[in-house]
Structures are given as structure tokens and as C-alpha cells.
DNA sequence: CGGTATCCCTATTGATACTG
DNA sequence: CAGTATCAATAGGGATACCG
């Protein structure tokens, strides 16, 4: 890792998109979980409100890391798919979990899910 | 990434600790600047205030990332160093690094620093 | 220098109800 | 099913002043 500047440094960069918790967990469900989501399954997952679960996909999606794909069926059925951008973030979920399992000792505060 | 159960999960352990923008950014002040870091360092060259930094700080201590070393000289000296679990997270910080570096257009609103 | 104490603003999140 | 609308609670964060 060189880093010169702080000034528009990659590690800002990654984690300007991933800046919070959801964000991080949405997208570890598709390693999970599967390829494809539908709105429903990661609510239910994830036990997040409708509305908060919409924020953040459409933040995602305009982040260019997860694609939404419309089908105008009866009931309508929504899929998310991650990107190439959003597949190129499997290193630093890999990154993520080893620590994890290297360090399960978190004081942090345990939600649902 | 063989991520079994969604309750007690590495990721989720992992984001907990890591779950704002603030304590990436601290932690790789001393990926980037250097091992040991002082309070007023840490404030100048991310550009946050006292309370900001003094809460992320102590959070981060607690949770066994960083070590405060405190000296009674005149004027005080604190010191701020990474412990093991901190310097562990060079694989996570490494590959935000890469991540950032592959896809530098994230539309995510610039900050100072 | 290394913080703490206030005050205040904003974003995030949950809860709930509702729509196409 | 896949969201949107609305309201309310909370935490994160900035600005500023102050203390040992």
C-alpha cells in the first residue's frame, strides 16, 4: 500500500461507498446468499425497514455496485445483481471475515440479523 | 468465504468495529503516517473536531484496535499506537486500497482531508 | 497539548401505513 | 411483491469554548 495523498485516496474512495453498516451487509448477503436478491428476501434477511432497505439500494445502484432489474410481472418481481464493481468487492469482504475470525472479540453491540 | 450462519457472523463482527467512515479513516492515518500517532496529528490530518476524534479514539481502544500511551510531560503527550488486532487489519485496509485504486469513480460526495 | 463540555444540525434508521 | 410517504427517535458530527 503506497499512499501519497490524502487527498483522493483510494481507501477514502472504497469507503465513501462503503460507509456503513447496511451497505457493507446488503452486499455481504450476495456472497452469501447468491447472486440474485429480490427485494423481499434481503429485507427479510436483514431485518431492515422497506424504506431504509430502498435508500440504500438506490445508493448502491447509483454507485454503480449492484444492478437493479425490473420485471413487470403480476406480482412485479424486482432482482438485484452485483456489478463487476460490486464482484471486484469479494477481496475485501474475504479481508473482512478473516478478521473477523481472527478477532471475534468485539465489544460492539450485536443487532438482529 | 464460507459464511455458514448470518447471526454471529465474521463480517458482521468485522463492519461493527469498522462500521463509520471516521475509523477507516484513523486507522489508516497510521497505515499511511506512521506507527505511532499523536491526538493533535490525528485531528490536523483528518480535520474532524476534539469530541469526534476523542470518541472514535476511545471507542476504538475499547475495542482493542489502538492503544493510548500517555505521557505526564509538560505540555501532555498521548500517544495513539496500533495493536496486533489494530496492525491485522492491513489485508482489510490493503484491499479498500485496491479496491479504490480499480474504481476510482464512485459519484460518493467528497469530504475534506 | 490533549482533551471535555455544550449546543445544534443533519443523516440514518425504525415503525407504520399505504400504493401500483 | 416492491416499493413510497410520513412521523419520530437517535447517533454522528461540526463549532466553539473551556480545563488540567
Known sequence: MKITSRQNCPIRR???????????????EFFLEGKRRR??????ELGLSP?????????????GVIERQIYSDHPPRAE???????????????AL??????YPDTNGEDRNG
Chains 1, 2 share one sequence.
Not at 465513501?16 to 455481504?28: A, N
Not at 427485494?39 to 427479510?44: G, H, K, M, V
Not at 424504506?51 to 454507485?63: I, V
Open 97 to 102: 471475515y478473516d478478521w473477523g475470525t481472527e
Open 39 to 44: 427485494f423481499q428476501d434481503l429485507q427479510s
Open 14 to 28: 472504497a469507503t465513501s461507498v462503503l460507509s456503513d453498516q447496511w451497505s457493507f451487509l446488503i452486499i455481504r
Open 80 to 94: 438485484y445483481v452485483l456489478t463487476s464493481k460490486g464482484n471486484a468487492l469479494a477481496p475485501i469482504m474475504n
Open 51 to 63: 424504506n431504509t432497505l430502498s435508500n440504500r439500494l438506490k445508493r448502491l445502484e447509483q454507485q
